[in-house]
């Protein structure tokens, strides 16, 4: 019995710890065919599609939307909006969704105009949460690094 509150335990500090917004990474090259969790070496050019898994584990009833946007310090080619602080931000073509269901992003990134090296991405996903009048009241964020590693095309 002891052994068995020692293992809930710890599985709800797991949980308690991944926040009501947890998103995982996954990638793929053949257009979606297979997908994989490591980030992945690409050619110049070349376009890379990444999803974005979420899944809401906040007891909240009342939220507004689901909204995500991959962003960059280097501009690549495409990019759907330049940052007005610096950076580069592709949004998906829907960029929000409703947040009373779980779900995913999928985007086509192309690494044209990347420098050969690594480069670094960050993941924003979020949501606001509502007050008991409708009105939105705080905003539920999750951001994420990821790298891919850009060489020369042979």
């Not at 992945?40 to 999803?51: D, F, I, K, N, Q």
Request: glycine share 8%.
């Amino acid at each position: 019995m002891k052994r068995a509150l020692v293992i809930i335990a710890s599985l709800a500090a797991v949980v308690a710890a991944a926040g009501p917004l947890d998103a995982r990474l996954t990638f793929s090259q053949d257009g979606g065919k297979t997908w994989w969790g490591d980030c992945p070496t690409v050619v110049s050019g070349a376009v890379v599609r990444v999803r974005a898994a979420y899944t809401i584990a906040d007891s909240w009833e009342r939220r507004d939307v689901i909204c995500a946007s991959i962003m960059a310090a280097e501009k690549f080619a495409s990019y759907t909006k330049k940052l007005p602080h610096g950076g580069y931000m592709q949004r998906d073509r829907v960029y929000w969704k409703t947040s009373r269901e779980n779900g995913a992003y999928i985007w086509n990134l192309d690494v044209g105009g990347l420098a050969v090296g690594t480069h670094m991405f960050m993941l924003e996903i979020g949501y606001w949460r509502q007050d008991a009048n409708g009105k939105s009241c705080e905003r539920i964020a999750d951001s994420q690094p990821f790298y891919l590693r850009v060489t020369s095309a042979k």
